[in-house]
Nanobody, 120 residues
Framework: QVQLVESGGGLVQAGGTLRLSCAASGSIFRINAMGWYRQAPGKQRDMVARIISDGTTTYADSVKGRFTISRDNAKNTVYLQMNSLEPEDTAVYYC??????????????WGQGTQVTVSS
């Protein structure tokens, strides 16, 4: 069984920084892609950043130049470094991963979410 466990959310003032982590565990054969999504109250869940197995990254326009996604393949962990945070970044952040487990078909997995609140 595969699980994603997030950490690093919290309350920060505008202009501040936070670093989110997401570790995948379980019977993992291969991780194809990992990423972060966010959902603000009353809004849909949107992609923030994504990194695939060869290191290629994709960012939402609203976070380009401020957020950086990285990945430690040895630890099955993805990070999101968030700089110059704005009140508009306030949301629940969810980790997402495209994983092929050892004994079951490839699937898409979600973490439980971590709250990020940016005060003005």
């Amino acid at each position: 069984q595969v699980q994603l466990v997030e950490s690093g959310g919290g309350l920060v003032q505008a202009g501040g920084t936070l670093r989110l982590s997401c570790a995948a565990s379980g019977s993992i054969f291969r991780i194809n892609a990992m990423g972060w999504y966010r959902q603000a109250p009353g809004k849909q869940r949107d992609m923030v950043a994504r990194i695939i197995s060869d290191g290629t990254t994709t960012y939402a326009d609203s976070v380009k130049g401020r957020f950086t996604i990285s990945r430690d393949n040895a630890k099955n962990t993805v990070y999101l470094q968030m700089n110059s945070l704005e009140p508009e970044d306030t949301a629940v952040y969810y980790c997402n991963a495209d994983i092929k487990p050892t004994m079951t078909p490839r699937n898409n997995y979600w973490g439980q979410g971590t709250q990020v609140t940016v005060s003005s």
